[in-house]
């Protein structure tokens, strides 16, 4: 499946942005989809993830209550809609996919995804 992520800018602190994700090449709905972020000089991290049928969702701590990860499948796209965003924000975000193995299934770990779109960056301004 062939990813293509897009969505990210420049945003003032407290300001908004929403990510997309376009999947293509595979049947979308049978894949868990996950959000990572890279920020300069630091190890990518685990974000946001979804099932494949949209019935679970989880978040990093750091973002829980101001991101929000939803997926449309006739559209075959995920969405990552940022909230308050702050600073500490910043970062080249990714998404990546995987086919699912259960309902509910999702994913935290890099390891776990197959494959990976190119990322788009995001800069949150103090």
Do not use: H
Request: proline share 2%; net charge positive; aromatic share 14%.
């Amino acid at each position: 499946v062939q990813l293509q992520a897009s969505g990210g800018g420049l945003v003032q602190a407290g300001g908004s942005l929403r990510l997309s994700c376009a999947a293509s090449g595979r049947t979308f709905s049978n894949y868990v989809m996950g959000w990572f972020r890279q920020a300069p000089g630091k190890e990518r991290e685990f974000v946001a993830a979804i099932s494949w049928s949209g019935g679970s969702r989880d978040y990093a701590d750091s973002v829980k209550g101001r991101f929000t990860i939803s997926r449309n499948n006739a559209e075959n796209t995920v969405y990552l809609q940022m909230n308050s965003l702050k600073p500490e924000d910043t970062a080249v975000y990714s998404c990546a996919a995987v086919r699912a193995r259960t309902y509910f299934g999702i994913y935290y770990r890099e390891s776990e995804y197959d494959y990976w779109g190119q990322g788009t960056q995001v800069t949150v301004s103090a």
